[in-house]
């Protein structure tokens, strides 16, 4: 049996590797998917995962679509005045967004929510939406899900604004898998919505958007190494190491790819000990469509993977969530590792159909995402320009890391059982908890819709 003795655990909360490595993904500026920094970024990881002691490092290239940002604003006339937004503190192009000029009358959504749209004409207008959910809505609609109800409706372009104060605009991929999407877009800061929902209560507010961008053609890298025996069977611990350009993507998810460094660093003291080979793996090109965990899904064999626990959404606290999807088993692991070092480790069921463990969970993989607890709703300073370094703390980034490296154990541990399902299972979930409104309304649902990977004819 698999645990990690006190000198380990001691070592790893003195450790800087993660930290070290924290900082030098945030001192290379931009790791959008497909650009320089991204790759510079993967051959970084690489080197980390050699120091840490892993076993059968590789760098695996893919293709992707690829999004280059040029500038952007917003000319609004209210009354006898006009003002308008360009500079980085009020709007923001959003990644996938095609370029383009247009005019026309500025319409708030409100939640933008599915029912706000039912039976509006939106014909040439620029309709706005609040990034925020409800919270008695039973469910999160994701930012590309009311982009794509705007362009059904007919909008023209569509503006996307933050609600949580002194967050900056949010960015954020309304890509669609191939190319650009349908409108152009832009997400504004929370006082720059404030400012044009005032201007919207007033009467018929005109306005002018111009964006500026490049799509092309690029590609990205998979990060991987292993530790343990030479099994078969593998569990999966991973995170991802491109980010958004608008700020340093410190949070997202540079703490998530220092974490899979750190469990893989304690992970290989451990490793005659593990009864179970652990891949570490760091994809690319999540932010814009999950490219590298389809790449890596489509080109493994399935049936060899145990379970993947996926780190993303981590770095806002040192508490511990674990999104089991249903795997009762992932779940009792870390309860588990909870009850062990007398923490709290905070487990939801549901489903999250975002970030890297979807593209294995849809497919019936046992899956979970490991995430940090935080005050509020929405992402904070992530997908912002203020996601850098000065946000985050070493010792969230210990005090996870060890807790994720002892569920990691555990689950690798030959006496737990982590069964795959039926992928109409996970099907049927997704069903039971509406997201497949959302999916369907960005041909991003699997069964009965487009492939799963679309660009898996290309491998």
Same mark, same amino acid.
């Given at each position: 049996?698999? &645990? ?69 604003? $917003? ?15 009020? $709007? ?14 500025? #319409? ?7 029912? +706000? ?15 925020? !959910?409800?919270? +008695? ?7 590309? &899900? ?21 967050? $900056?605009?949010? !960015? ?32 018929t507010v005109e306005a002018d958007l111009s #964006? ?30 491109? @980010? ?18 750190? #469990? ?14 652990v891949r570490l793996v760091v994809f690319g ?17 399935? +049936?060899?993977?145990?379970?993947? #626990? ?39 069921? @549901? ?10 969970v849809q497919r019936g993989v046992a899956g ?62 997704? $069903? ?9 309304? !960005? ?17």
């Amino acid at each position: 049996m698999t &645990e990690l003795s006190n000198t380990v655990v001691g070592t790893a909360y003195r450790s800087t590797a993660g930290w070290d490595l924290l900082a030098e993904l945030e001192d290379l500026n931009d790791r959008m998917p497909g650009h320089e920094g991204e790759r510079v970024g993967a051959d970084l990881v690489a080197e980390a995962f050699e120091e840490a002691g892993l076993d059968e490092i590789v760098l695996d290239e893919f293709p992707i679509p690829a999004w280059w940002r040029g500038d952007a604003s $917003l000319t609004v006339e209210h009354g006898d005045r006009e003002t308008t937004f360009a500079r980085s503190h009020e $709007l923001v192009e959003l990644p996938g967004t095609p370029s383009g000029e247009v005019t026309g009358e500025l #319409v708030d959504m409100g939640y933008g929510l599915p029912e +706000d749209f039912e039976d509006v004409d939106l014909s040439g207008d620029i309709a706005m939406a609040s990034s925020l !959910t409800p919270d +008695d809505y039973g469910r999160w609609v994701h930012r590309s &899900e009311k982009y794509h109800y705007a362009a059904e409706s007919g909008a023209a372009a569509f503006v996307f604004y933050n609600h949580i104060e002194g967050a $900056l605009p949010p !960015t954020g991929n309304i890509g669609s898998v191939n190319g650009p999407g349908p409108i152009p877009a832009i997400g504004a800061s929370k006082e720059t919505g404030a400012r044009l929902q005032r201007y919207c209560d007033t009467g018929t507010v005109e306005a002018d958007l111009s #964006v500026a961008s490049e799509v092309g053609r690029g590609t990205s890298h998979n990060i991987e190494g292993t530790v343990g025996p030479d099994t078969d069977e593998e569990v999966l611990f991973t995170a991802h190491v491109d @980010g958004h350009d608008v700020g340093t993507a410190a949070n997202d998810n540079g703490f998530g790819t220092a974490m899979v460094v750190e #469990v893989g660093k304690m992970l290989a003291q451990v490793a005659d000990e593990l009864e179970t080979k652990v891949r570490l793996v760091v994809f690319g090109a999540e932010e814009t469509g999950l490219y590298g965990s389809y790449y890596w899904s489509h080109t493994h064999d399935l +049936d060899d993977v145990k379970c993947i #626990v996926n780190v993303d959404g981590a770095g806002y606290s040192r508490n511990l969530e674990i999104h089991s999807h249903g795997f009762e088993a992932i779940a009792d692991a870390f309860d588990a590792v909870g009850e062990e070092y007398a923490i709290p480790v905070h487990t939801e069921d @549901g489903i999250r159909p975002n970030s890297d463990h979807w593209p294995f969970v849809q497919r019936g993989v046992a899956g979970a995402q490991g995430r940090s607890s935080s005050d509020g709703s929405g992402r904070g300073w992530g997908h912002t320009h203020g996601d850098t370094l000065d946000k985050l703390d070493v010792r969230d980034l210990r005090d996870m890391s060890i807790l994720c490296a002892a569920g990691v154990a555990r689950l690798a541990r030959t006496d737990v059982e982590v069964d795959p399902v039926d992928d109409e299972e996970i099907k049927q979930a997704c $069903l039971d908890e509406g997201f497949d409104v959302g999916m369907k309304a !960005t041909d991003a649902w699997p069964w009965g819709g487009p492939k799963d990977w679309p660009w898996a004819e290309e491998l």
